[in-house]
């Protein structure tokens, strides 16, 4: 049997309340060279009928095996069958636009084996749709120069899951999907980065990305922030400007004493937390000193983290710190 072009890979888990719109988004793309694996991840509503429903109907949807318990299997079980050259990830409550499959294929044979291709997305329906999705909504879907990506993978995940487009092979060879404690689609992401892949953005909405209460990554602790913490320390050591594994902190509250406690777990030395101070008596976070961030202006060599989710810190501090001269991933990193 002759192999299509792209195996679209959806693990679904109780999803049947939206499975029959989103696996018709993916019937319904104009670009039709597909096969549809989808992975039971231990449903326990009408989701699996829905799927052979669709089988049945279809001859390019089938239904593969789960080699184990959890998506990170889900996922793996789901790669191994697929038998397209390129893999679309796709979730069993959101939907695809027509194009998506035809626009993402066409950007990933421009930028080769060794690219992640994702897109923008919406996300709906508009009135649950939370603030703080909507600003990360928002933020990616900014990021579309390939060097924009990579300078900002440490702030969060460039890749909405849902919408990644990459080469089967060429992950299989990475090892696939292999955290189970922490964000499994963010590690593989910053893995990929360290390996010298790049990542590409098709600059149209191809994903209604759904929001929904019970979405795994609000109800299960594996994508707590201070996992994606973790990840971020685990890491940040490979950007050259941090192989020395000394660093200022910009940043004083609790997004910089959590990064803080990351990084020293993961064998960094903080010289200190940088914050406007004014005179009183000195302030220590994490046993290291809190410094007003003029301190740059001696040109000490010692990199930055940037670490604030304040609205609007990142972007301040960033700006501050190109004015006194330094230069983005050779001086400072963006971090949260």
Known sequence: MRSPVISVLIPFRDAAEYMDSALGSVAAQTFGDIEVVMVDDGSKDGSGVIARKWCGRDARFRLADCCGRGLVDALNSGLSACRGAWVARMDADDVCLPERLRLQLELAERSGVRTVVTCRVRSFPEDRVTDGYRAYEEWLNRLLDPEDIRRNIFVESPVPHPTAFYH?????????????????????????????????????????????????????????????????????????????????????????????????????????????????????????????????????????????????????????????????????????
């Open 168 to 336: 089967r092979e060429s992950i299989m060879a990475e090892g696939g999907y292999s955290e189970r404690q922490l964000p499994e689609d963010y590690e593989l992401w910053l893995r990929l980065w360290s390996r010298g892949y790049s990542f590409e953005r098709v600059p149209e909405v191809l994903l209604m990305w759904r929001e929904r209460p019970d979405r795994l990554s609000r109800r299960c602790g594996v994508y707590s922030l201070t996992n994606f913490y973790r990840l971020k320390a685990r890491y940040l050591a490979l950007v050259p400007c941090m192989s020395g594994r000394r660093v200022f902190i910009a940043g004083g509250g609790q997004t910089a004493r959590r990064i803080g406690k990351c990084l020293q777990d993961n064998g960094f030395s903080i010289e200190a937390f940088l914050e406007p101070v004014s005179g009183g008596p000195e302030r220590m976070l994490r046993g290291r000193p809190v410094l007003d961030p003029g301190v740059l202006a001696e040109n000490s060599g010692i990199p930055v983290v940037i670490a604030s989710r304040l609205p609007g810190a990142r972007d301040s501090i960033r700006a501050y710190l190109l004015g006194l001269g330094l230069r983005e991933w050779e001086d400072f990193v963006a971090c949260s």
